[in-house]
Structure formats: structure tokens, C-alpha cells
């Protein structure tokens, strides 16, 4: 698993794009089965397996502390 810096996806249509939640993470297909699996604050970590990617992805957002909702 090795980390990177998010790249930005402006384009919905990317073809490498896989998966893009509202929070703005997202999962891009690369070569040979692996996927990186970007968090808006930067961090990327590129893994083996769409299943992986996505676990990744749901614990990083499930993880990530929340934005008080009182607060404006």
C-alpha cells in the first residue's frame, strides 16, 4: 500500500474514475487491479482489489471526524 497526494478529479467523466462520494473522496482505477483511493483533505493510498479500495474508503469516511452540524 503506498500513499500519495490526491489528484482532482473536475471531470465526471474521467474513465478512471470509479467512485466519487459527496464528501468528495474518490476511488480511480489504475493498471494491473490496483486502485487509489483519494480523501478530499489529500491523502491517497493505492491498494490491491476494488473490495479493499472501497473498505478504505467507507473506514477513512466512517472514521474522519464530522463537521458539527450546530455550528453553521
Given amino acids: 500500500m503506498?500513499?500519495?497526494r490526491a489528484p482532482r478529479h473536475d471531470r465526471e467523466d474521467d474513465p478512471r474514475l470509479?467512485?466519487?462520494t459527496p464528501e468528495g473522496s474518490t476511488i480511480e482505477a489504475l493498471e494491473d487491479g490496483r486502485y487509489r483511493v483519494c480523501?478530499?483533505?489529500g491523502p491517497c493510498?493505492?491498494?490491491s482489489g476494488l473490495?479493499?479500495?472501497n473498505d478504505l474508503l467507507y473506514w477513512s469516511e466512517q472514521t474522519r471526524p464530522?463537521?458539527?452540524l450546530l455550528e453553521g
Fill in 2 to 4: 503506498t500513499t500519495a
Fill in 18 to 20: 470509479v467512485a466519487q
Fill in 45 to 47: 493510498q493505492t491498494v
Fill in 66 to 68: 464530522q463537521k458539527n
Fill in 39 to 41: 480523501l478530499p483533505q
Fill in 51 to 53: 473490495h479493499r479500495a
